[in-house]
């Protein structure tokens, strides 16, 4: 920067969960700083469609996660599960409610389930082997809240065609609504119409349950195919908007 070699700097930042995001702020050019844009994951106060903007978490990369072509089996065969959860249980979380109420009801047999007290950043080849079997058996993926609203799960099932079912509840921190959007949490995804299902207490599981157990085969491959089809273009969406913003701020505008 300082032998001006560079003219240019956006940065894509994986924010912190809870948004404190401070310690950037002076590096932004409006406050003194050299960064001309910002993209940002969650639901950062500070995004203003101008020169902050949202990114969204995407897939666990950095364990690997493959770009998931669809398949006709992918989307035509029944799949052996209603639901699933595969996560990390932490204590008097709202996982713990859920994992309860799976339990009272019996749905626990409808679903596949593996509940552990530890979170682990790496997983085995099993681990990992199971997680992705479980996305691809399920009809559901169930998203409770972690630390954060979004999480890596919510993009994976839509890799596998299977249906978020989301745990819609703003978590503790300084994320929230922004000059931009005023629907947080997950402000991008419900901006871009996201065809999840958004419950505000996992209470509300067993009707969505009771309901799944009725639907045709047919009427949830139409549903994996607008699934696909909306992550395909969200994604493709996300990166022309990438690139266009690139574009108007970096590449001087032709005005001969």
Partial sequence: METRKIQHVAVVLLGNEQCNNAWIQPYLK????FVNLLFVTYDYAFVNEEDIFQWPLGVATYRNFPVVEPSWSMLHDPR???CNFLGTVYKNS???TLIKILKQDGLDKLCWIAAREQWQPQETNESFKNY????LQSDLTLCPVGINTECYRIY???SYGSLPVIEDVMTPGDCGNSSAYHSAPLQ????????FIFIKNWKELPA???KEKKMSLQEKIQRRKKLLEWYRNFKAWMRQKFINILENSFLPSDKG
């Fill in 156 to 158: 994976e099932a839509c």
């Fill in 80 to 82: 052996s599960y209603l």
């Fill in 30 to 33: 409006r406050n003194g700083g």
């Fill in 132 to 135: 992705q079997d479980a996305l």
């Fill in 188 to 195: 991008l995804l419900k901006t871009m119409g996201a065809p």
């Fill in 94 to 96: 709202s996982r713990e």
């Fill in 208 to 210: 969505i349950l009771e």
